[in-house]
């Protein structure tokens, strides 16, 4: 029997014995993975149900640009603390590895894109902010743009340094 609360008529405690469930909650979940198994349905969400398409992709690396840079930031900042040399030291190091040209090339531009690609993205990113560009066709457009320039900032700047 209940026990009330005050003169309320709530029931506050109740001391039925405990009935045990039909099925436990692991017995429960292996006949759903079973389920799943045999219907050969992959785990939801999972990115292979997916069409990709351009604005998928853009989102996807600016966040990966975005962890790359920060990440790569922040291991340059501690190795300067805690290696014993200087900067130049290392540099010097670097060209005495005699790289070829191709692979010098493709590290530098392997710098100069995730910086160009989140940048001028990140300045997309800002335009949307502002209620502008999110018809399909501009999403598209725009995202065409942000590549192009991307890859020609990079060249440009691999150019340069």
Same mark, same amino acid.
């Given at each position: 029997?209940?026990?009330?609360?005050?003169?309320?008529?709530?029931?506050?405690?109740y001391?039925f014995?405990?009935?045990?469930?039909?099925?436990? #909650? =692991?017995?429960?979940?292996?006949?759903f993975?079973d =389920?799943?198994?045999?219907l050969?349905?992959?785990?939801?969400?999972? /990115?292979? /149900?997916?069409?990709?398409?351009?604005?998928?992709?853009?989102?996807?690396?600016?966040?990966?640009?975005?962890? %790359?840079?920060?990440?790569? /930031? +922040?291991?340059? #900042?501690?190795?300067?603390?805690?290696? $014993?040399? +200087?900067? $130049?030291y290392?540099?010097?190091?670097?060209?005495?590895?005699?790289?070829?040209?191709?692979?010098?090339?493709l590290? =530098?531009?392997?710098?100069?894109?995730?910086? +160009?690609?989140h940048?001028?993205? %990140?300045?997309?990113?800002l335009?949307?902010?502002?209620?502008? %560009?999110?018809?399909?066709?501009?999403?598209?457009?725009? %995202?065409?743009?942000?590549? #192009?320039?991307? /890859?020609?900032?990079?060249?440009?700047?691999?150019a340069?340094?």
């Open positions: 029997h209940p026990l009330w609360f005050g003169d309320l008529n709530i029931p506050f405690l001391f014995s405990a009935v045990p469930m039909g099925t436990t #909650a =692991k017995e429960e979940m292996n006949k993975w =389920k799943n198994n045999k050969n349905r992959p785990m939801s969400p999972h /990115i292979t /149900i997916y069409q990709w398409s351009v604005p998928m992709m853009m989102s996807i690396t600016h966040r990966g640009t975005g962890v %790359g840079l920060s990440g790569g /930031i +922040s291991a340059f #900042a501690l190795l300067a603390l805690v290696l $014993p040399d +200087s900067y $130049p290392y540099l010097d190091l670097i060209h005495s590895l005699s790289i070829g040209p191709a692979l010098l090339g590290a =530098k531009f392997g710098i100069a894109f995730p910086l +160009s690609y940048t001028l993205n %990140g300045i997309r990113h335009f949307w902010d502002s209620g502008k %560009g999110f018809t399909l066709p501009e999403v598209y457009r725009s %995202g065409y743009v942000v590549i #192009a320039l991307s /890859i020609l900032t990079s060249i440009a700047a691999i340069y340094m």
